[in-house]
């Protein structure tokens, strides 16, 4: 069954706007990860946030999670026409190897 | 460091073709997972490889799949016969194999496979 599921599919923004992602996910998880995918790229991971935490600061990146809804969100601020890409979470079942289970991702837009 | 290496980055072939897709993981990097998107789908889980032993290989589709790592370095995986519902991108992720690193995977750009 589907894991993760991001929300929006897809979102269009201006430069200097900021970008919210939203997650959803079904079972309990050890952790949930955020990678991103520039066209033709392979997938580079952007941040970690462990099932005990409640969010987390990575530069421009905030990620929220509540375990309680089972959802997490993905705050880019300040956004960049670089940001333009696809962003995917992906929730860690386990600790040790990671059997990541991904969602469809969000297809992001920043226009200069 | 180098990153994850996948060849090729695109195969087109007919159906009921065979092809093997290479992945070169990061050294010293013991884990190995093998992951595809069908277009439009999520990233699927197909196997995951512990230097050259099979650890899970709960998502792989059926028995024209084969995957292998020899030696515990690179890793291919090999199609055949390829029908048309096998195209897709075709991922290969690595990841150091102590805590906390173990947690993080580093994907290569992939091999998309067209099969017509």
């Known amino acids: 069954s589907q894991q993760g599921e991001e929300d929006p599919q897809a979102l269009s923004i201006q430069e200097g706007e900021n970008a919210t992602m939203n997650c959803s996910y079904k079972?309990?998880?050890?952790?949930l990860q955020w990678y991103r995918q520039n066209s033709g790229r392979g997938l580079v991971h952007l941040i970690l946030?462990?099932?005990?935490?409640r969010e987390k600061h990575s530069g421009r990146l905030r990620v929220t999670l509540d375990t309680s809804k089972k959802s997490s969100s993905l705050l880019i601020t300040a956004s960049r026409a670089a940001d333009t890409a696809s962003y995917f979470c992906a929730v860690g079942l386990s600790t040790g190897f990671q059997k990541l289970v991904f969602g469809t991702g969000t297809r992001l837009l920043v226009s200069p | 460091e180098a990153g994850v290496t996948q060849f090729p980055s695109h195969s087109v072939i007919e159906k009921g073709q065979t092809v093997t897709l290479r992945c070169d993981p990061i050294?010293?990097?013991?884990?190995l997972y093998w992951y595809r998107r069908v277009m439009g789908k999520e990233i699927k889980f197909l196997l995951h490889?512990?230097?050259?032993?099979?650890?899970?290989e709960s998502g792989m589709p059926n028995n024209r799949f084969l995957a292998e790592r020899t030696g515990g370095t690179y890793s291919t995986l090999k199609v055949q016969p390829a029908e048309l519902e096998d195209s897709g991108v075709y991922f290969c992720a690595s990841s150091h194999p102590g805590a906390p690193g173990a947690n993080v995977l580093t994907f290569g750009a992939g091999s998309r496979l067209t099969v017509l």
């Open positions: 946030i462990r099932s005990n935490e």
């Open positions: 490889f512990v230097k050259e032993s099979k650890q899970d």
């Open positions: 079972t309990s998880i050890n952790n």
């Open positions: 050294s010293g990097h013991d884990n």
